[in-house]
């Protein structure tokens, strides 16, 4: 087991997020901390082979009054083709982000991954923030060291649930585009409003005054099973209660976006039939509208969790980001 002692001592054990740090061009087992080490195997995380010669780099930033842990992947550099910029969805944390990751690399891009404000191994109340503005702010803070860092264009956004809200809120209200050249965004279950909300919003305004979180139901919104049980037993820093001021700030966020001008970048989104997390035909139509030209993909029968789902569901999804990269790049 990782547990969260071993990630606030893997958080301390690690200097400034430097990606293009000779440390991190040296990569290689000897280069890592024996906690890092101990993350990466706990996680299965430790990516490269014969095949796939991967360097590997943590380190820390900060936004706000958050200590947060950045991670950077790259395959050489005569095989790079850009880099991608991936955001977790909430309660998550790059740790269970490796299929994407290498999925990614294997496509010759870089991997640049945050674990956001109270998730994973970075600091704040767990699964808790007062507005999705702090999330962008984190964002926007590593965006900063990559840029300052010279990691290789062009950029690629993908955001998983959360962290394709996260994504939206930024272009629309801190003027992403404006400040950082992406050549696509590509949603993957976005979130806008949860599934059943209209209901779940009416309880939540009845007992918000009574009640600072409720326990967090862990729902099936995957075909893995073995995934899922890892996630209900096995994963010390999943966050079991859901705080009362997340759902504020998600509730922020949805008027923020309402009132929003009209985004001037496509999305694509990636959304599964099955999903009973996000309200997702809903969801599809406000984002189409909101950012004109954005295209949609469907992957029948598959549910909320795209990066982690079933190999069945992953392999259709992957294939879609895998064609949209492409066209990205030519």
């Known amino acids: 087991m990782f547990s969260r002692a071993d990630a606030q001592a893997l958080r301390e054990s690690l200097g400034p997020f430097s990606p293009r740090s000779p440390l991190a061009q040296a990569g290689g087992e000897q280069a890592q901390p024996a906690i890092l080490q101990k993350y990466c195997d706990y996680y299965g995380l430790n990516l490269g082979g014969s095949k796939l010669p991967v360097t590997h780099h943590a380190g820390t930033l900060t936004s706000g009054a958050s ?23 909430y309660f998550d944390h790059t740790g269970l982000y490796g299929h994407l990751i290498k999925n990614c690399l294997e496509q010759g891009l870089s991997v640049v991954s945050l674990d956001l404000p109270g998730h994973g191994l970075s600091t704040g109340k767990p ?30 956004a993908i955001g998983q649930s959360t962290g394709a809200a996260i994504l939206m809120d930024s272009v629309l209200n801190q003027r992403l585009v404006e400040q950082f050249a992406f050549r696509c965004f590509i949603l993957l279950a976005p979130l806008l409003k949860p599934y059943g909300w209209n209901k779940a919003r009416i309880l939540f305004h009845s007992t918000r005054l009574f009640l600072s979180s409720t326990p967090r139901r862990f ?24 705080p009362r001021d997340w759902v504020l700030a998600m509730l922020d966020y949805q008027v923020r976006f309402a009132h929003a001008e009209v985004g001037n970048v496509p999305m694509h989104i990636i959304q599964g039939t099955d999903d ?48 949209i990269i492409a066209d990205g790049l030519e």
């Open 67 to 89: 200590t947060l842990v950045a991670q950077y992947f790259t395959v050489p550099m005569d095989r790079q083709v850009g880099t991608a910029v991936i955001l977790h969805g």
């Open 127 to 156: 699964a808790s923030i007062a507005s999705f503005a702090l999330y962008g702010d984190a964002l926007i803070a590593l965006l900063e060291r990559v840029e300052d860092q010279g990691v290789a264009h062009p950029w690629f």
């Open 219 to 242: 729902s099936a919104n995957s075909h893995d099973l073995e995934f899922l049980e890892f996630l209900r037993g096995q994963d010390a820093l999943q966050c079991k209660r859901l």
């Open 276 to 323: 009973k997390t996000v309200d997702w035909q809903n969801n599809i139509e406000e984002i189409t509208a909101k950012f004109p030209g954005s295209l949609s993909y469907l992957v029948a029968d598959a549910k909320h969790h795209l990066v982690n789902e079933s190999a069945e569901f992953r392999n259709k999804v992957f294939g879609l980001v895998n064609q």
